[in-house]
Nanobody, 125 residues
Framework: VQLAESGGGLVQAGGSLGLSCVFS????????MGWFRQVSGKEREFVAA????????NYADSVKGRFTISRDNAKNTVYLQMNSLKPEDTATYYC???????????????????WGQGTQVTVSS
C-alpha cells in the first residue's frame, strides 16, 4: 500500500484547508482510513477516521464540528476538510490505512500500519 497526501499549506486562523490522500496498491474500498497529525517532539495524535463504505466516521474531540473526513472510493482518495482552523491545528498531517480490511474507523494509532509521507499545515494567528 502506498499513500500520498497533498493539500497542506499556510492559512490564517479561521480559514480553511482541504487535504487529500491517494491510496494505491490494494483495494481501497476494503479499508477504513484515518488522518493523524504530529507536532515535532510530540506524539502522533488521532484526528479523524472513516469506515470503508463511509457509513461511519470518528473524530477527535479537538476537531469535532470543524473537520470533516470523506472518501471517494472510485478515486481511491480520502479527504480531510478543515474549517475554522486554529493555530493549535498546526502540525504535519498523515493519512493512514490499517492492517485489516473492513474494520471500524479506529482512533488507535497502533491499528494503522500504512502511512503517507505527511503534509504540513501551518495556521498563523
Amino acid at each position: 500500500v502506498q499513500l500520498a497526501e497533498s493539500g497542506g499549506g499556510l492559512v490564517q486562523a479561521g480559514g480553511s484547508l482541504g487535504l487529500s490522500c491517494v491510496f494505491s496498491g490494494r483495494t481501497f474500498s476494503s479499508f477504513a482510513m484515518g488522518w493523524f497529525r504530529q507536532v515535532s517532539g510530540k506524539e502522533r495524535e488521532f484526528v479523524a477516521a472513516i469506515s470503508s463504505g463511509a457509513s461511519r466516521t470518528n473524530y477527535a474531540d479537538s476537531v469535532k464540528g470543524r473537520f470533516t473526513i470523506s472518501r471517494d472510493n472510485a478515486k481511491n482518495t480520502v479527504y480531510l476538510q478543515m474549517n475554522s482552523l486554529k493555530p493549535e491545528d498546526t502540525a504535519t498531517y498523515y493519512c493512514a490505512a490499517p492492517s485489516s480490511t473492513f474494520g471500524p474507523p479506529s482512533p488507535v494509532r497502533g491499528d494503522y500500519i500504512y502511512w503517507g509521507q505527511g503534509t504540513q499545515v501551518t495556521v498563523s494567528s
